[in-house]
């Protein structure tokens, strides 16, 4: 792969690509741009050549497996990143993941994170299944923040049955990762002036209009 295909810094989006192995790990791959920061944000990319990072998705937070020059990967059938067999790619995958590092835009994942265990979560995971996102659910606030830092969703949706920790702090902190920042969050149920003034893009009242639900949602995505 050329250097000179890639692009150097990103947009608002992280873009990322979700993989199986052929054992059946999943892992997910990220491309990290000039400035932005890898390693569970640990680290920050300062040279000029964008870098593939490789993670392994493990409850409340995800382990970092190895991080390559994108325009170095191996890519041939059996490669497994960092040298772990059981995350050895199959052909499709690899050729999967040549596509997206040559045109992100073309092959990415988009997922959608939903936080509580709101039975409206439920019905808005339904709303959204037209808008293609890969959804994500974590019934408790913390384990959903770490999942949102470690691999950043297009999208998160955040009800009021969180855990100790509260819909509008977990707005608050996500708002204020680096990670997440750029995140759009919509908050159903609750308070609308504490959601707004948590940083939330959207309140939902309960219980919603699932139709205008999905139409929000696809008008956040649009504006990322």
Same mark, same amino acid.
């Given at each position: ?12 989006? *992280? $873009? ?7 054992? /059946?790990?999943?892992?997910?791959? @990220?491309?990290?741009? $000039? ?5 569970? /944000?640990?680290?920050?990319? *300062? ?10 998705? @493990? ?27 059981q995350l050895a790619l199959p052909e499709a995958e690899i050729e999967r993941l040549g596509r997206w590092i040559a045109d992100p835009s073309a092959v990415e994942d988009a997922g959608v994170l ?32 770490? @999942?949102? @830092? ?29 990670? *997440? ?14 959601? *707004? ?28």
């Amino acid at each position: 792969m050329r250097e000179a295909g890639l692009p150097m810094t990103r947009g608002t989006m *992280t $873009h990322q690509l979700r993989l199986t192995s052929s054992s /059946g790990v999943e892992l997910v791959a @990220r491309l990290v741009y $000039h400035g932005e920061t890898y390693g569970g /944000g640990q680290l920050v990319n *300062t040279g000029y050549r964008s870098l593939a990072e490789f993670l392994v998705p @493990r409850g409340v937070s995800s382990r970092l497996n190895a991080v390559y020059p994108a325009d170095e990967l191996p890519l041939e059938p059996g490669w497994a990143p960092g040298g772990v067999a059981q995350l050895a790619l199959p052909e499709a995958e690899i050729e999967r993941l040549g596509r997206w590092i040559a045109d992100p835009s073309a092959v990415e994942d988009a997922g959608v994170l939903l936080v509580g265990d709101d039975e409206e979560l439920d019905k808005a995971l339904v709303a959204l299944g037209r808008l293609d996102l890969d959804p994500v659910r974590e019934a408790e606030a913390l384990r959903a923040l770490a @999942r949102a @830092r470690a691999v950043p969703p297009a999208l998160i949706v955040v009800g009021q049955e969180v855990g100790r920790l509260g819909a509008a702090e977990l707005v608050r902190r996500l708002v204020a990762a680096a990670e *997440t920042r750029d995140v759009p969050v919509i908050v159903v149920g609750g308070s609308e002036a504490e959601a *707004t003034a948590a940083g939330a893009a959207l309140h939902v009242s309960t219980p919603p209009d699932y139709a205008a639900f999905a139409d929000d949602a696809s008008e956040l995505l649009d504006m990322v």
